[in-house]
């Protein structure tokens, strides 16, 4: 009984020190433009005395800011925006946008956002974008920002510089209720307050833990030098 | 060691920038055409612990990728070119741009500098100049026995001479870009093309998109104090519980220690 008591309380040192980890990312991002946090929780699964940690990404809005810049876009509701990276399409919140050399159109480390019809390369020009995600040059349209999700953006990874990663052979579909916001930028969701909150808990839980090792291995002591002690 | 703790590291040197940043723009709360900058952070690499698994193959449960983010890294300082307060100075050679586009001038080394800084003055040779003493282009002569000077919002610059008529003299040209956050700053208040701004597109005041001359006014910083002292306040917060994700981690660690007796 203690040894298994000992490898519970492993488990729950290691599932608490994640949660650490996963906490401290969250609130390093609390200034991230777009950054949606990631949730890790303890499961009870079928046949185990510990629990297995469930990581889910928490997708909801972000406050808008106005930023007044032409090529900041946040998004408003479900959906992200579609851009080519050399390892495939991938998914993004908007941001600061920039343009390359040539006028095209990127995410802030130059992977083309990918409109309808193909990359966006914009002319010198008066940019807008509207609701739906038309751009229009000096008022010309010249086409419209893909806007995109999957069927469950529960499985999405994430890669860092605000891009997540479609599950392998999973197809991206339209996002039409998805609003674009020209010249916004859009707030974490942290909440730097619960996170205050969450890290007093994991510290405190981690103790607990550290205590409960300590007992068990005391158990353990007194059975191999006591008990078995003879005469 | 808890890589948590180089996380919350990543954390609080994005704060402190944050930080500089707010502090430029402070220290520029009264410079004429001041663009206020903003940072952009972006979250760095994520390490999957486990990717997406079936943990109950009977009902098909599955459980999404864990993944651990190792926190947050610079992205960009872009500078806003948003519309400064045009203030009233009364000088005849201040003119300030109300709306899109930039004055053009001329560098010593003959390269084009771009610039919503319009006090202006005549150099020796009856030239308009900024007040760094760069021809603004094209170029507009002043006639040395000048008495009043008038630029028209659309850029028409016209002298009244010692004869009392009213003579044109040119028109003063804007320069605009797609991307003016990519220009690059050049200090004086100038700014340079750069291949993020794309190329400058020219065109006369009033016409084309371009915005309009206001003449005897000065654009104000488009800094806003009390926007800037807010995200101050949220910067420095941010950064304390940073701080505090640290001790948290070092904490659990020493904990930790504490097992080997």
């Known amino acids: ?231 | 060691m808890n890589p948590g703790l180089r996380t919350s590291a990543s954390g609080m040197k994005a704060q402190q920038l944050m930080v500089d940043t707010i502090a430029n723009n402070l220290a520029n709360v009264n410079t004429t055409g001041f663009k206020r900058s903003r940072v952009s952070f972006e979250d760095v690499l994520y390490e999957t612990l486990e990717g997406a698994r079936t943990v109950n193959p009977q009902d098909s449960q599955t459980l999404a990728p864990i993944q651990i983010g190792k926190g947050v890294r610079l992205a960009a300082i872009a500078r806003l070119h948003t519309q400064g307060a045009p203030e009233q100075t009364g000088r005849t050679l201040d003119v300030a741009i109300e709306g899109d586009g930039f004055f053009q001038v001329q560098k010593p080394d003959d390269t084009i500098a771009y610039t919503r800084d319009g006090s202006l003055s005549v150099s020796d040779t009856g030239a308009l100049v900024t007040h760094g003493g760069y021809r603004v282009l094209p170029n507009v002569t002043l006639p040395p026995d000048v008495q009043d000077v008038t630029i028209s919002p659309s850029g028409i610059v016209s002298a009244t001479g010692a004869g009392g008529t009213p003579v044109e003299l040119g028109r003063i040209e804007l320069a605009r870009f797609v991307n003016p956050s990519g220009m690059m700053s050049l200090g004086e208040n100038l700014f340079g093309e750069t291949a993020a701004s794309g190329r400058p597109l020219t065109g006369y005041p009033q016409e084309q998109g371009f915005g309009r001359l206001l003449q005897g006014m000065l654009e104000s910083s488009n800094v806003e104090i009390v926007q800037e002292m807010t995200d101050m306040i949220a910067a420095q917060r941010a950064y304390e519980i940073n701080a505090k994700a640290i001790r948290a981690g070092e904490e659990m660690m020493q904990a930790t220690n504490d097992l080997i007796r």
């Open chain 1, 1 to 231: 009984m203690p040894l298994r008591g000992i490898r519970n309380a492993a488990h729950g040192l290691a599932y608490y020190s994640r949660l650490q980890e996963v906490t401290a990312n969250n609130l390093a991002n609390a200034s991230t433009d777009g950054f949606k946090v990631d949730r890790l929780t303890g499961r009870m699964l079928d046949g185990q005395s510990y629990p297995v940690p469930v990581e889910h990404l928490d997708l909801r809005q972000g406050a808008l800011r106005q930023t007044g810049r032409d090529l900041d876009v946040a998004l408003e509701g479900d959906g992200f925006l579609v851009v080519k990276t050399p390892a495939g399409e991938r998914l993004t919140r908007g941001g600061s946008l920039k343009l390359d050399g040539d006028g095209l159109l990127t995410d802030g480390e130059g992977n083309p956002i990918q409109g309808e019809r193909g990359p966006i390369i914009l002319g010198a020009g008066k940019v807008e974008i509207q609701g739906d995600g038309t751009v229009l040059v000096d008022g010309a349209p010249l086409d419209q920002l893909r806007r995109a999700t999957v069927a469950d953006p529960g499985q999405l990874k994430k890669e860092g510089a605000g891009r997540f990663v479609p599950p392998d052979g999973v197809k991206l579909i339209d996002a039409e209720k998805l609003l674009v916001r020209q010249a916004q930028i859009e707030d974490p969701n942290n909440d730097a307050v619960l996170g205050m909150i969450d890290l007093v808990t994991i510290q405190r839980a981690y103790a607990a833990n550290v205590d409960a090792l300590k007992a068990m291995d005391g158990v353990l002591g007194t059975i191999a030098g006591d008990i078995g002690r003879v005469g």
